[in-house]
């Protein structure tokens, strides 16, 4: 593709985790310089994620960005400014069931995304996952306007407290192969490809997502689009992983991170170096 100029976009996206976020889960202050520099020639951004909205919130406040966030993948998009959801499509009670039932069989480690209460985080092992200490010590570091519910129990603990998960409104399922044994992981992604109305794909390296079938962050772009009159064919977006290239598709134009697969970089209009090195700003610093 010929080298982009100023003039060709408007809109821009960015994913958080492997993009916006560097490997310490921070944003670099080159990112947000690149932003501000962005704000000044009026272009208007957003954030696509596989996060959910509430671990979403501080990264879109700081750097006060314009559009709705769309979170985990497309499942839900998020007004921060109204506090209140402007779209939603969650998995459905059966799937879900089955999902729950299969993840429980095979000893995994995973959360749920919910509309109403928070992440709920189960597992089946004698230590806290390092994935639940992540999440506790990150929602500690927010402002206490940004901190949101973070309930975990072992399975035992849930059983004991009557848990139904038909009762939950649920976005996303996410399975945390580092915090399971591999095999239990793949044996239950084996399994769950019976399950209808689901589909699962990568969003980090450590982790797969369980999404409802035909939700992703380019078909949500592609509702954003139509909500707010956003011309896709002047919109921008960077991401890194597989939940990344459904926006690549919609999107005229896309960023690989230089850390991305072959696999992500192959449907990217462009590559950047990698989210430690400074692959935003050194990519919207050369555009002219």
């Known amino acids: 593709m010929d080298k982009l100029k100023n003039s060709d976009f408007e809109y821009v996206f960015f994913d958080l985790d492997g993009t916006l976020l560097n490997s310490k889960k921070e944003i670099l202050p080159s990112s947000k310089e690149a932003i501000a520099t ?12 596989g996060r959910p909205p509430y671990l979403a919130k501080e990264e879109f406040l700081s750097l006060n960005l314009h559009y709705p966030v769309i979170c985990c993948n497309g499942a839900l998009i998020y007004d921060f400014y109204k506090n209140k959801i402007v779209y939603k499509n969650p998995i459905d009670p ?17 959360l749920i995304y919910t509309t109403t209460k928070g992440i709920l985080g189960f597992y089946n092992k004698e230590t806290l996952p390092e994935w639940f200490s992540w999440i506790s010590s990150t929602n500690a570091k927010r402002k206490p306007e940004n901190q949101f519910p973070f309930e975990y129990h072992t399975y035992f603990e849930w059983k004991a407290l009557n848990f139904e998960i038909t009762k939950e409104e649920i976005v996303k399922f996410l399975v945390i192969k580092s915090d399971s044994r591999l095999e239990d992981a793949q044996q239950a992604a084996t ?27 380019g078909d949500s772009l592609k509702k954003l689009a139509q909500l707010y009159e956003i011309n896709l064919d002047k919109t ?7 939940n990344d290239i459904s926006m690549f598709k919609v999107a005229k134009y896309s960023v690989a991170m230089g850390q991305s697969k072959d696999a992500v970089k192959q449907h990217a209009s ?7 090195e400074d692959g935003i700003y050194q990519f919207l610093n050369k555009i002219k």
């Open 191 to 217: 399994e769950l490809t019976n399950v209808s109305n689901i589909y699962m794909i990568n969003s980090q390296a450590k982790v797969f997502d369980i999404m409802p079938v035909g939700i992703s962050k």
């Open 94 to 110: 059966q799937s879900t069931k089955q999902v729950f039932d299969i993840l429980i069989k095979n000893n995994v480690t995973f």
């Open 38 to 49: 962005l704000k000044k020639l009026n272009k208007k951004m957003s954030i696509i994620t």
């Open 236 to 242: 921008l977006v960077f991401g890194d992983e597989d």
């Open 270 to 276: 462009y590559i950047t170096t990698s989210n430690d």
